[in-house]
């Protein structure tokens, strides 16, 4: 009987464990889409690694024509 009441016992940390888990995603889901200005400073990171990419890749071709 008693294992009975402690399975009864982990059910609410269960579902805080739960809530807290979804919380974290849709943190991350708005930092991700940019919605927090955090995730805007993370997507203005992303074009800067994106110009510097693409930066190398013309210059790389350049580089062929020299």
Same mark, same amino acid.
């Given at each position: 009987? #008693? *294992?009975?009441?402690?399975?009864?016992?982990?059910?609410?940390?269960?579902?805080?464990?739960? /809530? $807290?888990?979804?919380?974290?995603?849709?943190?991350?889901?708005?930092? #991700? *889409?940019?919605?927090?200005?955090?995730?805007?400073?993370?997507?203005?990171?992303?074009?800067? /690694? $994106?110009?510097?990419?693409?930066?190398?890749?013309?210059?790389?071709?350049?580089?062929?024509?020299?």
């Amino acid at each position: 009987m #008693s *294992s009975l009441s402690s399975n009864n016992d982990a059910a609410p940390k269960d579902a805080e464990n739960i /809530a $807290n888990f979804d919380k974290a995603i849709q943190d991350w889901t708005a930092l #991700s *889409s940019g919605d927090t200005i955090t995730g805007e400073f993370f997507n203005f990171v992303k074009s800067l /690694a $994106n110009l510097a990419g693409n930066l190398g890749d013309v210059l790389s071709v350049v580089n062929k024509y020299l």
